[in-house]
C-alpha cells in the first residue's frame, strides 16, 4: 500500500496514485481493471446526460451500478487519484472524463473483466436506442424489484459494504 514493488522487476503502472487510493479506500476491492472500452469511453466524452447513471439494463443495475464521470485530472498524477474522492465509497465503476473506464470488484479479475463486458454490451445498446429514438428506463419499482434478484443471487450492494443502504437510493436518490 505504499506503492512499492513486492515481486518480480516490471515496473507498475504510472497510474499507483489512483490504485493506492482504490485500495486505501475500498477494503472490500479485490481486483481493479483500468481500460478504454470503445463504446463504454463514448461516454466519458459524451456532453449531456450520462446514460450509464440510469437504470437500463437488470444485469447491468444489479451488477455494475450506476457510472458517474470524475472530472478530468492529467493521466498519472495524484489530481486524477484525488478526483475519484467523491464517489469512490459509492460506486464501483467510474469514468474517467476524456479518458476511460475504471471498474472495481470484490471478486477475482476475470469476473472484474466480465463487468466491463456487461457495461461494454450496455453502452452499445443504450448509444443504437439513442440514435433511433431514445432510452427507455427501468422505473424506481423496477429496480427496487432487482434488489431481490440480488438476494436470489448473493450480489453484494453496489460500493463500499454499508454506504448504500438501496439501489433505489443510487439511482433516484439526486432526482
Given at each position: ?16 496514485p489512483m490504485y493506492l487510493n482504490f485500495y486505501r479506500d ?93 457495461l461494454e454490451v450496455s453502452a452499445i445498446a443504450i448509444l ?40 433505489v437510493d443510487l439511482y433516484f436518490s439526486e432526482k
Open positions: 500500500l505504499e506503492g512499492k514493488t513486492v515481486e518480480g522487476t516490471r515496473k507498475p503502472t504510472g497510474e499507483v475500498r477494503p472490500d476491492v479485490k481486483s481493479v481493471i483500468h481500460c478504454h472500452p470503445t463504446y463504454t469511453n463514448t461516454f466519458a466524452i459524451m456532453k449531456g446526460t450520462n446514460w450509464l447513471m440510469k437504470p437500463v439494463f437488470p444485469e447491468t443495475v444489479v451488477e455494475v451500478g450506476p457510472v458517474p464521470v470524475v472530472p478530468y485530472g492529467e493521466p498519472l498524477t495524484q489530481r486524477l487519484a484525488d478526483n475519484f474522492a467523491p464517489f469512490i465509497k459509492k460506486y464501483n465503476a467510474f469514468l474517467m472524463e476524456n479518458h476511460g473506464l475504471t471498474i472495481l470488484s470484490s471478486a477475482d479479475i476475470i469476473r472484474t473483466l466480465q463487468l466491463v463486458d456487461i443504437q436506442a439513442l440514435a433511433i429514438g431514445g432510452v427507455k428506463e427501468l422505473t424506481r419499482q423496477d429496480v427496487q424489484n432487482l434488489e431481490n434478484t440480488m438476494k436470489t443471487r448473493n450480489l453484494p450492494m453496489i460500493g463500499l459494504p454499508g454506504e448504500n443502504l438501496s439501489m
